[in-house]
Every structure is written in structure tokens, then in C-alpha cells.
């Protein structure tokens, strides 16, 4: 078990962030943690002077093709398809305040 976080700590903060823990989940959270944090204490030792930060460890490029206006379907035979319609749109059923 690390020195850098107590069964306290993560106690405290699983209380803050509402969570029941157990006592084996509380053994095992502080377990975690701790070997995270230990991970982290031996990056930050790391002498990283005069090496240039990166957002991408590859150097990779993304790779867009032009965006170039092609033929498409055409909205009356795609709308006649579908189950319904309403004024020239898909017709779905709502997803959000339903009461389940």
C-alpha cells in the first residue's frame, strides 16, 4: 500500500462524490490509487528539460479527402420510405422527458 494516500482519503472522497464503498472496495480503491499515484511520483521525476511537449506521440496527420458535392438520394423517394414523415423530415420518436 502507498504512503501517498490513506484509506481515509478515499474514504473522504468517495463520500464526496457519494459512493458506498465496502470495506474490501475501500481496501482495493486505496490500493489503486495509491500505485496511480506512485506511477505518477516516478513521471514527475523524470529530468524532461529541453524536451518539446506533444499532443500526438506519432506525428500522424489526419488525412481529409476534398469535400466535393456528389449526387445524392433524392428526398421525396427517401421520405416515402420512411415509417413517417412530416414536413418534408423524418418523423422519430422522442428520446428526452420520456417518464419510464
Not at 29 to 52: N, P, Q, R, S, V
Not at 76 to 85: G, K
Amino acid at each position: 500500500m502507498s504512503d501517498r494516500i490513506t484509506t481515509a482519503d478515499v474514504s473522504k472522497v468517495a463520500s464526496l462524490a457519494r459512493l458506498t464503498l465496502t470495506d474490501d472496495e475501500l481496501a482495493t480503491a486505496t490500493t489503486e490509487l495509491g500505485a496511480m499515484l506512485d506511477h505518477f511520483a516516478e513521471l514527475d521525476a523524470l529530468d524532461l528539460d529541453g524536451i518539446e511537449p506533444m499532443n500526438n506521440p506519432t506525428h500522424l496527420v489526419n488525412v481529409m479527402r476534398d469535400d466535393v458535392v456528389g449526387e445524392c438520394l433524392d428526398r421525396d423517394e427517401v421520405l416515402a420510405a420512411a415509417p413517417v414523415a412530416e414536413d418534408h423530415r423524418f418523423r422519430v420518436p422522442p428520446i428526452i422527458g420520456l417518464d419510464d
